[in-house]
């Protein structure tokens, strides 16, 4: 079974790009962060980007930046016995870098507006 998503996170080292055939493939090793407060869990996935596409991503991307890569396929693999979180992106988007992050992918969610709904206070609305 595949799920479709549309994968946030940062990249745990520099993309690598190796020629399959008549066309190329670049994985990413992408950290993705999710979880509340002290429970936050960091969740890693290995994102593979056909043709060039793959290719001008690994020539902007590099360790640390933050990128958003989007029609995904996620999928799990078996290697060795062990079971790997892994993805086939359609596309991506480069994630502006802020002046507050010290030039790293400064992607910083953003709480939402005050003025009504979750968020005004510190309750998870579940």
Not at 4 to 13: E, F, N, V
Request: charged share 25%; aromatic share 10%; with cysteine.
């Amino acid at each position: 079974m595949t799920i479709s998503a549309t994968i946030i996170g940062r990249l745990g080292k520099d993309p690598e790009t190796r020629n399959v055939g008549s066309t190329s493939v670049t994985e990413f090793r992408v950290a993705t962060r999710h979880g509340f407060g002290d429970r936050q869990v960091d969740t890693w996935l290995s994102v593979s980007l056909w043709g060039k596409r793959g290719e001008t991503a690994a020539r902007h991307l590099k360790k640390g930046d933050a990128a958003i890569f989007t029609g995904c396929s996620v999928y799990n693999e078996e290697y060795n016995g062990k079971l790997y979180l892994k993805a086939e992106a359609s596309g991506f988007e480069f994630v502006p870098k802020s002046k507050d992050s010290g030039g790293q992918g400064g992607y910083q969610p953003q709480p939402p507006a005050s003025g009504g709904g979750y968020g005004q206070d510190e309750s998870i609305p579940f």
